[in-house]
């Protein structure tokens, strides 16, 4: 499977070769090897994908930014209905990019897949009248080691596509205006 490297070390965007014919298309959305060879190539074994996820939201949604501390999740992110801003953003303090954010459009027709290496903050916002995005984890979800990074945080300054007339939907938790154990970057 193609991938392309992103300014982000370790963040990395698989782009799988669709097959398409009259039925529609095929493609594969996963290869062990495939997975393995990206971190073979940075002298880096490759985590096991523990867990899988979906989730399905409406347009306007905005999900995160999201992240373990104790116990990081990488997460292989992919959206097999509707489209996506999918947003990284690194928090790994030892890394050059620490606080520089990435966003990739993911969305059912380019098949894109992001890989969020363990360490990041991940979240999305919905660009389709209604997505469904999966991923596999390689961490189990642990409620009490989850944190939120305000999406709208404004050292990040992450340019999320929104549109003027519409207010992104964002749960409680999500929301700086209600959580007030949300995070402030860089506190
Ligand atoms: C993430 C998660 C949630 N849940 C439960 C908790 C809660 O009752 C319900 C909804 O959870 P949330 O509101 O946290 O779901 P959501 O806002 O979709 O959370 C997700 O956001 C994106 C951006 C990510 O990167 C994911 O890792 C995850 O944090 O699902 C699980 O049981 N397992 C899980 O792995």
């Not at 669709?18 to 971190?39: A, I, L, N």
């Not at 303090?93 to 059912?108: C, I, M, P, V």
């Not at 992001?114 to 389709?128: D, T």
């Not at 404004?154 to 992104?168: D, F, R, Y």
């Amino acid at each position: 499977m193609k991938y392309i490297n992103t300014p982000l070390e370790g963040l990395i965007i698989f782009t799988p070769k669709q097959f398409v014919d009259e039925r529609g298309f095929f493609m594969e959305t996963f290869r062990q090897t495939d997975f393995d060879k990206v971190f073979e190539q940075r002298n880096l074994t490759a985590p096991q994908l523990v867990q899988e996820n979906q989730s399905r939201s409406v347009k306007h949604v905005l999900r995160g930014l999201h992240y373990q501390q104790q116990f990081p999740q990488g997460k292989l992110v992919r959206v097999s209905h509707g489209c996506i801003f999918d947003i990284a953003v690194d928090l790994r303090q030892q890394s050059k990019t620490y606080g520089q954010w990435f966003a990739q459009e993911l969305s059912a027709d380019n098949g894109y897949q992001m890989w969020v290496p363990p360490g990041f903050a991940h979240g999305f916002y919905v660009l389709s009248n209604l997505a469904d995005i999966i991923y596999k984890c390689s961490e189990y979800y642990q409620p009490n080691d989850e944190y939120t990074l305000a999406w709208n945080d404004s050292t990040l300054n992450i340019q999320w596509p929104l549109t003027k007339e519409a207010h992104p939907i964002v749960s409680e938790k999500d929301n700086p205006n209600l959580n007030p154990n949300i995070i402030k970057f860089g506190c």
